[in-house]
């Protein structure tokens, strides 16, 4: 991506956030002076009465909100949500890519498959894998660029396919997530005011998105392949890595000895899924009366430690190749190895801190939840039914994906306004969900306010150099076709579906 310097003014990703901080910092100033502010209703998870709640905007240069951004900068910094998962999952890709794994599995794979279908491969575990938390952000978008990268392609594009398949897929994985559990009670308290013996059914989207996931995976390769690779330079390697892999008998032995030693791991990890059986369900929330709350309760330990039960994974594989191999020989030739992971992860760091604070200081002036509350409050003015209701409520919560990024937090402000609309023009709670839960994709790639944007930021920076170094806005210039593609994508199976009256789910259909 050459641009002429004079044109880079926020060629530097850092100065680009400091710019960010001022100008959110400025409109905070100006709206607290101007009185914004909004009021919304939420539902009681507890009693199912409706609240009302008032939310201005906060001025950010108050003496108290100066002395909160200063004071809190490094909690903001160690608090920040995927930085623990994203240095041991470095440790472990680390390891596995120094060993030799990653590059001979890699390669063994690449030149088995075609380049769109390796594409497609990423993209679909992206989407899938969805379910799976900070998995997708913190391990298989590097695991992609190190994929490109053996297999001579440019590793930007592989880090922007899956970032987009990952960001773009988060709340259509057919698999069941940590986001069902949370949006559920929220859908079924938001419809029992209209409906009191509405219930929520753990699978109501099912069909919905497995076709999603399907023509999601399909359209961003055909994007990565036909219009973003072709814009990007070919990708310079390092010296060391330039020579062609040979996959002789050691290595060959490796691969082997570390696929069966991480398969055994894998299991034992599956088998602690398993409620009820001698020794097992040790990663559950016992607590939990049904499956979904087992899985994803506050006491499991499977959603909380996801990425780090892959990371042994990983790192088992790895270390085990580096033996049978022989690419690992001593136990101090391991310890090396491991220190080494963390060589590159130092401008990631830096980067996160001003991301953090970015991230934080936004939260700090409520305009996220001031914008959402807005556009509610005009969804429900306009007194839109049927295909432009639809329409009307993905569009805006596009736009309050771009500010406000929890989903549950932003579906307890929506569902209660959102979900009595479409049950008024006789359309179900659960097609509510679905419109809700596919329109943050195409705001998920684009706000650099999300955690995950920065995390995508950091690995693109980690491979930037000479003609193929990328700035802020050049991300943004290849980002873009992708959103509007995924929104447009959204909009046509929703007006399909609703048209057509397929089933969503099992027996749940758009329309009562």
């Not at 100006?30 to 998870?45: C, K, L, P």
């Not at 894998?266 to 087992?294: C, E, H, Q, R, W």
């Not at 990425?307 to 594989?317: E, H, K």
Request: net charge positive.
């Amino acid at each position: 991506m050459n641009t002429p310097k004079k044109k880079r003014i926020f060629s530097n990703i850092i100065v680009s956030f400091l710019c960010l901080i001022f100008l959110i910092m400025l409109i905070s100033l100006i709206g607290n002076s101007m009185g914004w502010q909004a009021t919304f209703t939420r539902v009681n998870s507890v009693t199912g009465a409706l609240e009302t709640n008032i939310v201005t905007v906060s001025n950010l240069f108050s003496g108290d909100e100066i002395r909160n951004i200063l004071g809190n900068a490094i909690t903001n910094f160690i608090s920040f949500a995927p930085l623990g998962f994203l240095l041991i999952a470095a440790i472990a890709i680390g390891v596995a890519y120094k060993s030799g794994f990653l590059p001979i599995a890699f390669t063994t794979m690449g030149r088995r498959l075609s380049k769109f279908w390796i594409t497609f491969m990423f993209v679909s575990l992206g989407i899938i894998t969805s379910f799976a938390g900070d998995f997708g952000y913190v391990m298989l978008i590097p695991l992609a660029g190190i994929f490109y990268l053996v297999n001579n392609r440019n590793p930007l594009a592989g880090i922007l396919a899956t970032f987009v398949a990952v960001s773009a897929g988060q709340g259509i994985s057919f698999l069941l997530s940590s986001l069902d559990y949370g949006l559920a009670p929220y859908t079924e308290l938001a419809a029992q005011l209209t409906d009191k013996s509405f219930k929520m059914g753990a699978y109501s989207n099912i069909f919905f998105t497995i076709v999603g996931t399907i023509s999601l995976a399909f359209m961003i390769t055909y994007i990565t392949e036909k219009i973003i690779i072709p814009r990007i330079p070919k990708y310079k390697r390092d010296e060391e890595i330039i020579e062609e892999l040979v996959i002789g008998r050691k290595e060959k032995r490796g691969l082997v000895v570390s696929v069966l030693g991480s398969l055994i791991v894998f299991i034992t990890f599956i088998y602690m899924l398993i409620p009820g059986l001698p020794g097992s369900g040790l990663l559950l929330d016992n607590t939990g009366k049904v499956y979904s709350a087992m899985l994803y309760g506050s006491g499991s330990y499977f959603s909380q430690s996801i990425v780090y039960l892959l990371s042994i994974v990983l790192l088992v594989a790895g270390s085990l190749y580096g033996f049978a191999a022989k690419t690992i020989k001593v136990k101090e030739q391991f310890s090396r190895v491991l220190y080494d992971s963390l060589n590159n992860m130092s401008s990631f760091i830096v980067l996160i801190f001003f991301a953090s604070q970015l991230i934080a200081i936004f939260k700090r002036s409520n305009l996220g939840t001031v914008i959402t509350a807005w556009l509610v409050e005009l969804v429900q003015t306009l007194n839109f039914t049927s295909i432009p209701l639809i329409l009307l409520v993905f569009v805006f919560l596009v736009i309050a994906n771009l500010f406000l990024q929890a989903s549950v937090t932003k579906w307890t402000i929506v569902s209660p306004i959102v979900i009595p609309l479409f049950m008024n023009a006789n359309m179900t709670p659960e097609f509510a969900q679905a419109v809700f839960r596919v329109s943050e994709g195409a705001a998920n790639i684009m706000t650099p306010l999300s955690v995950y944007f920065i995390i995508f930021v950091g690995f693109l920076e980690m491979y930037n150099k000479g003609e193929t170094r990328i700035s802020l806005g050049d991300c943004y210039k290849m980002l873009w076709p992708y959103s509007v593609a995924i929104a447009l994508l959204w909009m046509f199976i929703l007006i399909t579906w609703y048209i057509i009256g397929l089933p969503i789910g099992f027996g749940v259909y758009p329309t009562v």
